[in-house]
């Protein structure tokens, strides 16, 4: 079992930057793949990035690759989503999840565990 918690989520200008950080709780974060979804109002939650176990692969949704970059420190227990050059579409309430997998994971339906969301809201 483990626990999510995301941070860093807030209001920015087009064209701005967010970092957002996902703790989560246990002692065998390594073991776990991780990935970042979002999801605007009336529409799917959808993938955003996902990285391996180890951090050595990644995953990104055409949309935002280029702009945003997912990474992980495992001694911290804690994975991160550098978002860039942020557009008013990118506009959502983002969420971590986890599985216990070592591969990249792009699909909802192959998490089992999320966190309770962080709001992000780019005005024009």
């Known amino acids: 079992q483990v626990q999510l918690v995301e941070s860093g989520g807030g209001l920015v200008q087009a064209g701005g930057s967010l970092r957002l950080s996902c703790a989560a709780s246990?002692?065998?974060?390594?073991?776990?793949?991780m990935g970042w979804f979002r999801q605007a109002p009336g529409k799917d939650r959808d993938i955003v990035a996902a990285?391996?176990?180890?951090?050595?692969?990644?995953y990104y949704v055409d949309s935002v690759k280029g702009r945003f970059t997912i990474s992980r420190d495992n001694a911290k227990n804690t994975v991160y989503l550098q978002m860039n050059s942020l557009k008013p579409e990118d506009t959502a309430l983002y969420y971590c999840?986890?599985?216990?997998?070592?591969?990249?994971?792009?699909?909802?339906?192959?998490?089992?565990?999320w966190g309770q969301g962080t709001q992000v809201t780019v005005s024009s």
């Open positions: 990285i391996s176990n180890s951090g050595g692969s990644t």
């Open positions: 999840a986890a599985d216990y997998s070592l591969g990249v994971r792009r699909f909802v339906s192959q998490y089992d565990y």
């Open positions: 246990g002692r065998t974060f390594s073991r776990y793949a």
